[in-house]
């Protein structure tokens, strides 16, 4: 009997702490030495990395997949596609999310909610492993009693099914919650320990904004970006800050684009609070140029036979200003942002007749205005190789390192998943890892992509929005709980994802300061 299922040899070990060269042995799916050295026949199988980097699988805790009660419409993958799509792109886990049924009342409304989801996901092929975010858009009573029957649903979606992290909206009609009821949310989500992340856009503005856009006749993609000026993320930044901090309620935003939100989370991170943060490589690699330059003129100035090619890459909050890159370069390197997911919501853009397409703006009596267009793009199978290509080989990244805090181990802590995953830790972490290419190597891999393409995908999405990308490097194995599932461009018949449930995080611990001690609940007067 064989000591390892697994050995990895002549590896460089990349943590979020430490980079040194060493063997890594794997038992069971999960590690189970690493050392100096392993001899061979110890293990059933052996991959040489040829001096190339392993860092942990990456967790992508941002995607958004079809899923039962159509929350943000139709869109192009399963949760089969986008864990394929997920483990070509060296990500190992995937953090989805299930959404609330309003139809569903009382203390079970919410485990109900994600029991259907994980329902549908049971029958399909799974490639890693996923966990679920709740989406909450809808307090089951909008006064004090409300908090008490939030309180009691979410340990029961803890206990039940292991979700621990609420996603709340500031903007989009039906979803945006009040002030008033955010603080209901914060109230029981601090009471839990639920990490709480906020989409922090200004929803009121926003719609005044759009209405004054259509009024003057801008509707074509590229005023998407108009209709949500970065000062409009700053203010709710700003304004969930301030709520938080009257529930004494840790949040992450999640998506950060805008400069101003950038500086007020620094700023409140340097007070102290328990402020976390979610960037996307869109923000960082794309600008509002890419959907500028396709409605009714091209580059060339000569007629662009596509006139809704912009629509690709319509997302929320919006692709900005070009000269917002270096910001979120430099707040994901200093540690503002504390991780990196893809937004991941793929629509399909040249097929013009499905219900998951951008082009069903033009559905009905619709004629493709901005205000229809479905907001997503695809990125999944990009996050982790465009970080590695312009993050840490172009030095936006300060080393390794940071590359696998933000992008593998931060998610982990920060949804309670370390350290299961995430890191590369005998005897406790599961066996998630990517070996990819051997950095300036000397001889060449005919598997080694150079360019992205959409084909490279393997998702169900007909585009990508960094079609010829110059990258730089790609995972060369994804190994999934200690099974090879992708190799040099090619899928092996071991995909064994399933549901994972989680822990509280304890990086969201409260830290029990309040504006008044009066605000803290169980006070009472003396």
């Known amino acids: 009997m064989s000591l390892y299922d697994l050995i990895i040899k002549n590896g460089i070990v990349c943590t979020a702490s430490d980079v040194f060269p060493a063997c890594i042995g794997i038992k069971d799916g999960k590690i189970s030495s690493i050392a100096g050295n392993l001899e061979d026949h110890l293990a059933l199988e052996i991959i040489d990395a040829e001096g190339a980097l392993i860092t942990p699988g990456g967790i992508d805790a941002h995607v958004h997949v079809d899923e039962r009660l159509k929350l943000l419409g139709e869109v192009a993958d399963t949760m089969g596609d986008a864990t394929r799509s997920a483990v070509a792109g060296g990500t190992t886990t995937l953090v989805a999310f299930a959404t609330q049924d309003t139809s569903l009342t009382g203390p079970k409304a919410l485990s109900d909610s994600v029991k259907l989801t994980i329902e549908d996901y049971v029958s399909q092929k799974l490639y890693c492993d996923y966990a679920l975010h709740l989406i909450l858009f809808s307090?089951?009573?909008?006064?004090?009693?409300?908090?008490?029957?939030?309180?009691?649903?979410?340990?029961?979606?803890?206990?039940?099914?292991?979700?621990?992290?609420?996603?709340?909206?500031?903007?989009?009609?039906?979803?945006?919650?009040?002030?008033?009821?955010?603080?209901?949310?914060?109230?029981?989500?601090?009471?839990?320990?639920?990490?709480?992340?906020?989409?922090?856009?200004?929803?009121?503005?926003?719609?005044?904004?759009?209405?004054?856009?259509?009024?003057k006749g801008l509707v074509q993609p590229y005023h998407h970006g108009v209709s949500r000026p970065t000062i409009l993320e700053g203010e709710?930044?700003?304004?969930?800050?301030?709520?938080?901090?009257?529930?004494?309620t840790p949040i992450l935003f999640v998506h950060v684009s805008a400069p101003e939100a950038v500086d007020v989370i620094r700023r409140g991170q340097t007070r102290g609070m328990k402020i976390f943060a979610e960037t996307c490589p869109q923000y960082a690699l794309l600008s509002e140029e890419d959907t500028r330059c396709h409605h009714g003129v091209s580059q060339g100035n000569e007629e662009d036979p596509d006139q809704f090619i912009g629509a690709k890459d319509i997302c929320?909050?919006?692709?900005?200003?070009?000269?917002?890159?270096?910001?979120i370069w430099n707040a994901m390197d200093n540690g503002t942002f504390t991780i990196v997911g893809s937004d991941h919501c793929p629509y399909l853009y040249y097929d013009k007749l499905s219900n998951a397409s951008k082009h069903r703006a033009f559905s009905d009596t619709k004629n493709g205005e901005f205000r229809y267009i479905p907001n997503g793009m695809p990125g999944v199978g990009t996050r982790l190789p465009l970080l590695y290509s312009y993050g840490l080989l172009q030095r936006r990244l300060s080393n390794v390192t940071k590359f696998v805090e933000v992008n593998c181990t931060n998610p982990a802590k920060l949804y309670g998943l370390y350290p299961q995953k995430g890191s590369l830790l005998p005897g406790v972490s599961d066996a998630d890892l990517v070996i990819w290419y051997p950095d300036n190597a000397k001889k060449s891999f005919a598997s080694k992509p150079k360019v992205i393409s959409n084909k490279l995908l393997n998702h169900k999405c007909d585009y990508t929005p960094f079609e010829g990308f110059e990258i730089s490097n790609w995972p060369r194995y994804t190994v999934v709980k200690g099974k090879i599932v992708y190799q040099e461009g090619k899928f092996l018949d071991n995909a064994t994802g399933t549901y994972l449930k989680r822990m509280p995080s304890e990086m969201c611990a409260p830290r029990d300061r309040w504006p008044y001690p009066e605000l803290r609940p169980g006070y009472v007067p003396s």
């Not at 709710?236 to 004494?248: E, G, K, V, W």
């Open 139 to 215: 307090v089951e009573k909008s006064s004090v009693t409300g908090k008490n029957i939030l309180d009691v649903q979410l340990q029961n979606v803890y206990q039940d099914y292991g979700v621990t992290s609420v996603k709340v909206f500031m903007t989009y009609p039906g979803l945006q919650l009040s002030d008033y009821d955010i603080l209901t949310v914060m109230y029981a989500t601090r009471k839990n320990g639920f990490t709480t992340m906020i989409h922090a856009e200004n929803g009121d503005v926003i719609k005044w904004l759009i209405e004054d856009l259509e009024n």
């Open 236 to 248: 709710a930044t700003n304004r969930a800050i301030t709520l938080a901090q009257t529930m004494d």
């Open 316 to 327: 929320s909050p919006p692709l900005r200003k070009a000269a917002c890159q270096d910001t």
